[in-house]
């Protein structure tokens, strides 16, 4: 995962030195923590998430287990690939379903990280396993929102809900659940509109829409190279509207993704998928223990 290519490098070369070690001290187990807190600082790793996810490696890693096993360096890096796991959410979570249809899901978060177009692949994804999405286009606000997400339906041959931008998000979601049921539709994924910044306007529209139509999922969707903002605007976003899942989006691109890590620790909110580019079928399931184990090498 190019965005944490940096952090995975560093602690791969920390532990390369570890393995060849045959037997190790309380110092070796000790400067290779050091270097793990330097490099999860270096990538953007909150520093508070930093310093409770190195203490507790190094709980376990001055313990019997280390020290009488006969590879210990394995064994310090099987301890940070568990504690890794633990602090990306453990196992994969997946998608909350309704057992009575449709199941709605409102996907929100700030303007650019990602919003439509993870709707579409959403739709793309849950079609091919055999559901009926619609998509509903309640992005009023930002110009050309509404046609980028008609574009996406006509390329995928997915449904769009749309009455153009004259009418409040509120009264197009409601809408779009009535036209699933009536259509057929199993699965509702409202695009909302998002702003620069997170203020009152936006949670409070966001709010209504969630009254109104009650999701089963509310989706955040973060641009994981915003970095701290990242995890500000996750806090801040489940504090006030309730996140039930995370969607990290751009974890393709090239800058210091660390801060994604934080994301579960900080906010509780499991993250359910990956975003991994542009293209319509760059979305994966988020698996804590397949990314810890990409990181380690
Ligand atoms: P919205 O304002 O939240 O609806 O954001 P958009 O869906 O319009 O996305 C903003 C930009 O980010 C677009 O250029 C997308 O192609 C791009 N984008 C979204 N997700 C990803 C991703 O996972 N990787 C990359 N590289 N680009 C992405």
Redesign the pocket.
């Known amino acids: 995962m190019a965005v944490f290519s940096g952090l995975a490098e560093k602690l791969q070369n920390t532990f390369s030195k570890l393995k060849g070690k045959g037997k190790l001290s309380e110092a070796d187990v000790k400067t290779a923590l050091r270097e793990v807190r330097l490099a999860l600082l270096e990538a953007d790793v909150n520093y508070k998430v930093v310093k409770e996810f190195v203490a507790k490696i190094q709980e376990r890693a001055v313990g019997e287990e280390v020290f009488h096993s006969l590879t210990p360096g394995q064994q310090v890096i099987k301890i940070v690939n568990e504690e890794l796991t633990t602090l990306m959410g453990g196992s994969q979570t997946g998608l909350n379903m309704s057992s009575k249809p449709p199941t709605v899901m409102m996907m929100v ?11 579409g ?1 959403l739709a793309n994804q849950l079609r091919k396993k055999g559901r009926r999405p619609l998509l509903a286009a309640a ?1 009023v606000y ?1 110009p050309a ?1 509404i046609k ?1 997400l008609q574009v996406l339906g006509e390329q995928l041959e997915i449904p769009v809900y749309s009455l153009g931008d004259k009418n409040s998000p509120v009264h197009i979601a409601k809408g779009a659940v009535e036209h699933a049921k009536i259509h057929g539709n199993d699965t509702v994924i409202i ?1 909302t509109a ?1 702003r620069l910044h997170i203020n009152a306007d936006l949670m409070n529209e966001l709010r209504d829409i969630k009254e109104t139509v009650q999701p089963h999922e509310i989706l955040l ?1 973060v ?1 994981s190279m915003t970095g701290q903002d990242a995890v500000n605007v996750s806090k801040e976003f489940n504090e006030q509207l309730g996140v039930t899942g995370v969607v990290l ?5 090239d800058t210091r993704g660390g801060a994604a890590l934080s994301v579960k620790a900080v906010t509780g909110c499991p993250i359910k998928y ?5 293209k319509l079928d ?2 994966e399931p988020f698996h804590p223990d397949r990314m810890a184990g990409r990181i380690l090498g």
């Open positions: 978060g700030l303007q650019g990280a990602g919003k439509t177009t993870t709707s692949k992005d930002r929102a980028q695009d998002g969707v641009d989006t751009k974890l393709d691109g990956a975003g991994v580019g542009e760059a979305l």
